[in-house]
């Protein structure tokens, strides 16, 4: 069937329902069964729609840790939430209106999130007793009155499905593979959504299997015309478009984000970007991103390790490219020598880690900001490193040229901060315009009249970057203390000392391009609200709603944290009370205090779980 018919099959099916239609400002509605239901393909296309069709989303992707759980089991729930919204959001919601559970153990999982009175849409065709045992149930949720507090709904849908798609030619199990395209069918009818955007997704996903692409349809199809016609539900909703600004929005992740800044980065550098990485949760899809690139002279390298996978990226930036690699916090433990080694030798390198739980493996899809210590000093010696935090999925891409920028100008290595919640987390992102970016281009030094290799600029205390085999400037490079001016071999007392605190001062100089904070609420007053990386949106949201009831709260937010911005002393100065919001047991905070010596409290979450709203603005309640 061509696009133009599918559209017009849509159609009359969204004009021929006669049920009534609610409007509604927002909804979070969160997709919960096995890894091997589709959740995050599910709730993916239903994020794509609403984008495309104009609300503002952001989601949340939860996936399992274990890599092949046992099917019905607690530990291979899969989750995905989106909040949708008619009205700018910055979060993925904190509680959702609607859950949608595959299984019992994605119902045993996810109920507790769910608001009160909220809706669940329960796939009763899987709550067979041994299911319930592998939830660890003891009697059946649908018939023992435990969910009457809230909308029930229980749908067989994989009987459903199955019967949709009988006279199909695919084995059972690959009709059952099509359940949650049923699934998703149902929520596009409840949530006045058009089919046809997911119905060319799968013609050109499946294009050369149309047996797959027929009953994927069929199944979506039937599931739409299912809340249509069987008189289970009593309304359906729409969200209306959002007054975003004016210009071309795509969806991107914060993973995609920072592949796409890379290369913009070196674009406006001029220079190949080189990638050498490791895969690793959550990081891997920065990799996979950036390979589809080569066409802007990208390359990229899986490495045999994550030693050699920043190795290589600090050996391209010896020869004359922009070495990146990039990992999550294990994956920094490794690098931390050649780390050390990019300080010494004063090469451009940019460090990516994608944060997630630990100590050691810990839980690794799951989300937390404590890598921020290891990245300020998780290195032996006095080796001080440029830090950057992006505030959201599509702050991803301007940090990304904003490191490379400085990594060149200042012949620094700079690390990247973002974090499980921003790397696999989704948003409409406007896309800027080239010019927005001004050019950084990188001029290799070629004159050998009276070279001296750490001979350094007046203003940054960069040294020259010398590309390896230009005549007349050879010289020493390695990780043993160098010489000032002629980077030789030293052991000197005074030079030792010279040598670092210049290599420290480099560093602090960085902190004369940052731009003043912005201070959202009053200049000065009672409350100061501080984040950094992924808090952004629960602090900003959470300080609007205290200052709507009355209350004198400001927030700001870091995305440089070294050097720190140079007006952050004297903001805090201004207020009565500074509190600093981060996943982890109080890292930034523990560094303010010891920098600016202000007794500053913290809100702290070490769960593998954003922070949410509604827990910030409780906490600094009680705290004021």
Known sequence: ????????????????????????????????????????????????????????????????????????????????????????????????????????????????????????????????????????????????????????????????????????????????????????????????????????????????????????????????????????????????????????YRQVTGNRAIALGLVAGAQLAGKPLFYGSYPITPASDILHELSNYKNFDVRTFQAEDEIAAIGVALGASFGGHLGVTGTSGPGVALKAEFMGLAVMTELPLVIVNVM?????????????????????????????MVVLAPSTPSDCFTISIEAMRIATKYMVPVIILSDNTLANGAEPWKIPHVDEFPKFEVNHLVEANNFLPYQRNEKTLARPWVAPGTKGLEHRIGGIEKQDLTGNVSYDPQNHEKMIRLRAEKVQRVAQEIAPLEISGPEKGDTLLVGWGSTYGAIASAADQLREEGLSVSNIHIRHLSPLPSDLGDIMKRFKNVIIAECNTGQLRQVIRGTYLVDAKGINKIQGQPLKISEIKSKVKEMI
């Open 356 to 384: 997630r739980a630990g100590p050691s493996t810990g839980m690794p899809t799951k989300t937390e900001q404590t890598d921020l210590f290891q990245a300020l000093y998780g290195r032996n010696g006095e080796c001080p």
């Open 1 to 248: 069937m061509s696009n133009a018919g599918l559209q017009s099959d849509a159609k009359k099916i969204q004009s021929s329902n006669p049920i009534p239609l609610e409007q509604l400002e927002h909804v979070t509605i969160r997709f919960a069964g096995d890894s091997g239901d589709g959740m995050q393909l599910t709730g993916n296309q239903f994020t794509n729609t609403s984008a495309f069709i104009g609300n503002d989303v952001s989601t949340f992707p939860d996936f399992p840790a274990e890599i092949r759980a046992p099917a019905g089991s607690l530990p291979g729930v899969s989750g995905f939430q989106i909040h949708f919204s008619s009205k700018d959001i910055r979060t993925a919601g904190d509680t959702p209106n609607v859950l949608v559970a595959m299984n019992p153990a994605a119902l045993k999982v996810h109920l507790k999130d769910l608001e009160k009175g909220g809706m669940v849409i329960i796939n009763s065709s899987a709550f067979t007793k041994p299911n319930l045992k592998k939830a660890g149930y003891e009697t059946n949720p649908l018939e023992d009155k435990s969910l009457d507090s809230y909308r029930v709904f229980d749908i067989p849908l994989t009987k459903l499905n199955e019967d949709a798609l009988s006279e199909t030619s695919l084995s059972k199990k690959e009709i059952d593979r099509c359940k949650n395209f049923f699934a998703l069918g149902i929520m596009y009818w409840l949530y006045d959504r058009p089919l046809e955007i997911t119905l060319d997704w799968i013609e050109k996903k499946f294009k050369n299997k149309p047996e797959i692409i027929d009953a994927n349809q069929k199944a979506l199809k039937s599931g739409y015309y299912f809340g249509e016609t069987s008189e289970i539900f009593t309304t359906h909703y729409h969200v209306d478009q959002a007054q975003l600004p004016q210009g071309t």
